[in-house]
């Protein structure tokens, strides 16, 4: 299993932007032939679905909820995937995970589909 490490996390008004990275090890390993996602859970709420970029890089993929509004991407150089947030709503507010799915083809985003997690980091969007 690869080993995921979120950061970024915080507090922020409505409006605002957060940056969030996820770091991966895994020895031996090779961070391009994992597809990597986004998700968050709320309270009292089902863990869902936010981006996507796969292994190649060539594809992402957004839940409508914040297309135009955040933007995954990754540094293969560092093992590790970002995603950049802006326009914050407090809707956001979540426990962000980072996740991975090895040669994931990104044809669904199901918490099924990817096999590794991370810890977490908590969002806070403020009215």
């Known amino acids: 299993q690869v080993q995921l490490v979120e950061s970024g996390g915080g507090l922020v008004q409505a409006g605002g932007s957060l940056r969030l990275s996820c770091t991966a090890s895994?020895?031996?390993?090779?961070?391009?032939?994992?597809?990597m996602a986004w998700f968050r859970q709320a309270p009292g709420k089902e863990r869902e679905f936010v981006a996507a970029i796969k292994w190649s890089g060539d594809i992402t993929s957004y839940a409508n909820s914040v297309k135009g509004r955040f933007t995954i991407s990754r540094d293969n150089a560092r093992n590790t995937v970002h995603l950049q947030m802006n326009s914050l709503k407090p809707e956001d507010t979540a426990f962000y995970y980072c996740?991975?799915?090895?040669?994931?083809?990104?044809?669904?985003?199901?918490?099924?589909?990817?096999?590794?997690w991370g810890q977490g980091t908590q969002v806070t969007v403020s009215s």
């Open positions: 996740a991975a799915h090895y040669y994931g083809e990104l044809t669904t985003t199901r918490t099924s589909d990817f096999d590794s």
């Open positions: 895994k020895h031996p390993f090779t961070f391009n032939r994992y597809s």
